[in-house]
């Protein structure tokens, strides 16, 4: 078992941290500046990506003016694909390279933030598809140098990903989710105007603040990055470092900040304060996840998401059965915290009590079912599915969403404690039902 403490340094261990972020402006009404961003950027011709829901919306006409008035010339593709596929990033490339554009703009939540990362990748170094995906599904080669700038602008308090370096996608014919992981990826800036999510519906604010909530609680309870092996040279220090000192101010802070407003934030669409500070709230769980990394919940998500049959949740596309990215993580969460807890309680027991539990005088033996209570009664609250039963699964399932969370490695060598097969088998029976 691995402890979480940083001042256990061993011979073969990494001591050195490293912090790379995206430069970000926040508050409402930023997006308007949008404009002077991309001059200073220099930019000259740039292709814009979003999704249809978030181009009816009145953003894509501030993104459009700001650029119009800068003097920019731009083209719209809107053809994102919510929760993308190997083939909508194929799709978005070739239209990326064909473009011939000097930079980039996305407008949107994870999906079209992600896809904009592929189509920039895919259109500066071209390359069979498999190249760059995350081993073992794909070969893991490294991005050979710089992107062309990005401007990231999320619409959702969500997945972060304006301040990562991480793009993911279903991998249509293995029916799995995996990724492409770089420094390289990461946006050139982000742009983060609280406004957009004001219109946005009660289920999405609910499973984009989960997915806050967990990125922060799995980067705060990873491995630390001192028990992680030194690498053999610098440039060999991968993004996800394990938890380390940086990280954990944003963790603490998101988990506060998800703590308090992410029922609100939920239940009434007028309370600002709720929503601005969850837009803030998955920045700084983004920042922090983005040099530390997530475990098992995002692990055992993948094949939540990707072998979901007949499930539609309301305020989200429903021409295909989907389970959002923070639905898909949350459902998991509970169960596996549970399990991390013995490894590092004191880290569970802060997690619970920033999160706002009133078990404040368990002991640390209770960590793991104090932090679990806590975010199954906020599920409740916010009307999440109970565990992967609300989502369509059984018993029967788990053999299927155990081999699709058994290939996310990258993920599941964050975990404080070792994940077996045999062990995601237990953790998925622990999550069909919470209550
Ligand atoms: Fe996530």
């Not at 990005?150 to 029916?175: N, Q, R």
Request: proline share 7%; charged share 15%; glycine share 10%.
């Amino acid at each position: 078992m691995k402890c979480c403490h940083y001042y256990e340094f061993t011979e073969q261990g990494d001591q050195v941290f490293s912090v790379d972020v995206a430069a970000i402006k926040f508050g409402p009404g930023s997006l308007a500046e949008l404009g002077s961003d991309a001059q200073e950027l220099g930019l000259k011709r740039i292709a814009i990506f979003t999704d249809r829901v978030v181009a009816a919306l009145p953003y894509l006409e501030t993104v459009t003016s700001a650029l119009r008035q800068a003097g920019i010339d731009f083209d719209v593709f809107s053809e994102v694909h919510v929760e993308p596929t190997d083939r909508s990033f194929k799709a978005a490339s070739l239209y990326a390279r064909e473009g011939r554009f000097d930079g980039y703009v996305s407008l949107g939540g994870g999906s079209v933030i992600d896809t904009c990362k592929a189509a920039n990748l895919y259109s500066t170094y071209p390359a069979d598809f498999e190249t760059y995906v995350n081993a073992p599904l794909g070969g893991a080669q490294p991005v050979p140098g710089p992107l062309r700038p990005h401007i990231a602008c999320p619409t959702t308090s969500g997945t972060g990903s304006e301040c990562t370096g991480i793009a993911v996608f279903d991998y249509l014919k293995l029916k799995v989710k995996t990724g492409i992981a770089s420094r390289h990826l990461r946006p050139a800036r982000a742009i983060i105007d609280p406004t957009t999510t004001y219109t946005l519906p009660a289920t999405v604010v609910a499973a984009s603040g989960f997915d806050v909530l967990s990125h922060a609680l799995e980067s705060f309870t990873a491995i630390p990055y001192t028990s992680r092996a030194r690498p053999k040279s610098p440039s060999l220090r991968p993004m996800s470092q394990g938890a380390n000192p940086y990280s954990d101010i944003g963790c603490e802070k998101a988990l506060q900040l998800t703590g308090k407003y992410l029922v609100r934030a939920t239940r009434d669409a007028g309370d600002r304060e709720a929503r601005d500070n969850m837009m803030l709230a998955a920045t700084l769980a983004g920042i922090a996840f983005g040099n530390s990394g997530v475990h098992i919940p995002h692990g055992m998500a993948y094949s939540v998401a990707g072998l979901v049959r007949n499930f539609q949740p309301p305020g989200y596309p429903d021409n295909e059965p989907i389970c959002p990215h923070g639905m898909s993580v949350i459902v998991n969460a509970p169960s596996a915290f549970r399990f991390t807890a013995p490894a590092c309680p004191e880290r569970h027991h802060i997690g619970a009590q920033l999160l706002g539990s009133e078990s404040l005088d368990a002991g640390a033996g209770e960590a793991g079912t104090v932090l679990a209570q806590r975010i199954i009664e906020m599920m409740q609250a916010t009307g999440m599915p109970n565990g992967i039963g609300g989502v369509g699964y059984s018993n029967a399932d788990i053999p299927n969403l155990v081999e699709g969370a058994y290939a996310q490695q990258r993920l599941l060598q964050q975990s404080p404690r070792e994940v077996s097969r045999e062990l995601l088998s237990q953790l998925y029976a622990g999550a069909l039902s919470y209550w």
